[in-house]
């Protein structure tokens, strides 16, 4: 379908795309941000998206790039899914992103979209809101107020919205160092490249002695927005690795969620898959027994 007409401009700077946002907002306007355009452009084209104003950020510099901040990484706004699978602080550092962002659809998309596009965008269905959520990230956000910096549990709010304000452009993520975790993205998919019906994201660091000493589990799917199964690691914390053990911790994995009901599965199918790749995620992040 061709999209509904709406103006378009570029901003050279985050200043002046914040300006352009706020301006909008001012005017009754709806505008919508496009960065690497996976998700929006979609939306666009089969007109669930009716925006007036698109204001085309993928080309402001200094939004993109991974850089060390001492006890985390910082990554722009911009960054490709491609360039983050590819930096080796990221894998390095922070291997439980690297591994999810791999699953991103394809090449084509992976080379696009952007880490915070994704972010932004805030499907329950995308695999990195799930990962940000397990790792603890805070999202960095620039608005006519100056910056703000969100935690990942406050970001997503509901179904495709998050605590973004109108006039507000998401420019950074910063996500702590897991060296020494062992991490795991798990999810299942009807067919290859789409999206995940449930996936896990698991970072579980194990005692010297073996046993678990803490995990980190993010659920894709499982609700309105991206889930954080903290029964599961309460249950993990002090459990050795055997599968037994694993398994009678993900039997919560499902505790506290809204997984929905369509066509792909029933809330109890996803129930049921949250449970069996919670397992298989801990288990492959923990290591052999």
Known sequence: MIPAAFDYV???????????L????????????????????????????????????????GLRGVRDDGDALVIGALTTHHEVLA??????????????TATVADPAVRHRGTLGGSLAHADPAADLPAVALALDAELTAEGPGGRRTVPAREFFTDYLTTVLAPGELLTEIRVPKYDGWGFRYEKFSRAAQAWALVGVAAAVRRHDGGRIAEARIGL?????????????EAALAGADTTEESVAAAASAAAQGTRPAADLSGSAAYRAHLARVLTRRAVLAAAGPA
């Open 220 to 232: 894709t799917s499982m609700g309105p927005t991206p889930v954080r199964a903290a029964a599961v």
């Open 87 to 100: 930096d080796p602080l990221v894998r390095r550092h922070a291997g439980l992103l690297a591994a999810a």
């Open 10 to 20: 570029r901003p050279e700077s985050a200043g002046a795309a914040v300006s352009a």
């Open 22 to 61: 706020a301006e909008a907002e001012a005017a009754g306007l709806e505008a919508k941000v496009l960065a690497g355009g996976q998700s929006l452009l979609p939306l666009l084209r089969m007109r669930l998206a009716f925006p007036d104003l698109v204001v085309d950020v993928g080309r402001i510099p």
